[in-house]
């Protein structure tokens, strides 16, 4: 078996990365593809300071319930819907293809996914950034190659 390991996070760069591994793929018959999307976790949201530094509002335990409840419920669908545009890429070839969700620092979990499921082929999109862009904002790609055990491949926009 021959597995592959695709990223998404629903953008046209991981959407064409799907459809170049299906249609690279196609006549393989021992493919095994694992969709996986990582929700990232804000830090801030996660650090005590950064919620002791608020300032304090006028917010009903019942509110705030109601609030996560509804960013729950949303960000439930919005992952839903990105792993199912992006499984129906393979849903034509017959492949075995499985969705996952994770939720962490993207490149951290893409690469523990690829240890724990001993993939052969880590599968990326990238949106091209410059060494600016990456310098300050960080890239998923450059990260999961410097950081996979296996071979990756960056799937880059189309000039």
Known sequence: MFKVLLATDGSGFSLRAADY???MFRHRADLEITVLYVEEVNPMLLSPTSAASMPQMPI?????TEALSTIQEHMEKE???ILASTMERFASLGKRATSLSQMGRPADIICD???QENVDLVVVGSSGKG???RALLGSV???VVHQAKVPVLVVREKD
């Open 21 to 23: 591994v299906a249609n």
């Open 131 to 133: 060494v600016m862009k």
């Open 60 to 64: 009903l335990p019942d509110q705030v």
């Open 113 to 115: 996914i690829a240890d």
């Open 141 to 143: 790609s450059y990260k």
């Open 79 to 81: 992952r839903n819907t």
